[in-house]
């Protein structure tokens, strides 16, 4: 099977009933809308309860960066556990209707919408972020490049942690000079990994 077909694959087993849930924190349980676009696929459950273990010593008045944002799982799931503010980045507008939308319901005034493609967010000027979310489109190579404008800049603070999230299978890119992969796993079709701006913290061993 080819890559584009796996990773459609995937999407497909991860397109929900229109909803997502809330794992923990604030709003645990809730059910949330899910924007009706193609490439929109919520990080599984089981992997958002995993990646924020990992996170659970640092979420907490955390300043958070979601790129590639779609449902806004990530970002949401940060700001119900105690995040100090998400700025959330998508190019659809339907997308980022849906988030504006989904914070309303919430009655969340921490977090921002920027409906702009990803790449182009990183090319203006940086402010260091304790989280950045990256969960870009399945089979198209972007970790890489997103990595490289992340390192370019100052988009991450010091001892600050990326989340990576890839379809299951794709070579890890590799990190910029000083940076460490902290913790990798896999679930079905999702690979992801938790990478820190500076040495692994003991927490993240």
Known sequence: MSKERKASAARARRRTDGRFRIIGGEWRSRRL?????????????????????????VVQGARCLDLYAGSGALGLEALSRGAAG??????APRVCAQ??????????????????DAMSCLEGRASPYDLVFLDPPYG??????????????????????????????????????????????????VSYHLATRGAAEKGDD
């Open 33 to 57: 809308p899910v924007p009706d676009a193609a490439e929109v696929r919520p990080t599984p459950d089981r992997v958002r309860e995993t990646v924020f273990n990992w996170l659970a010593p």
């Open 86 to 91: 998400v700025v959330f980045v998508d190019r």
């Open 99 to 116: 988030l504006r939308s989904n914070l309303e319901l919430l009655g969340c005034a921490r977090a921002e919408v920027l409906c702009m």
């Open 140 to 189: 198209k190579s972007l970790l890489e490049p997103l990595l490289s404008r992340l390192a370019a800049q100052p988009w991450l603070a010091a001892g600050g942690r990326v989340y990576l999230e890839q379809e299951a299978g794709a070579p890890l890119p590799p990190l910029p000079a000083g940076w460490t992969l902290a913790r990798s796993a896999r679930a079905g079709q």
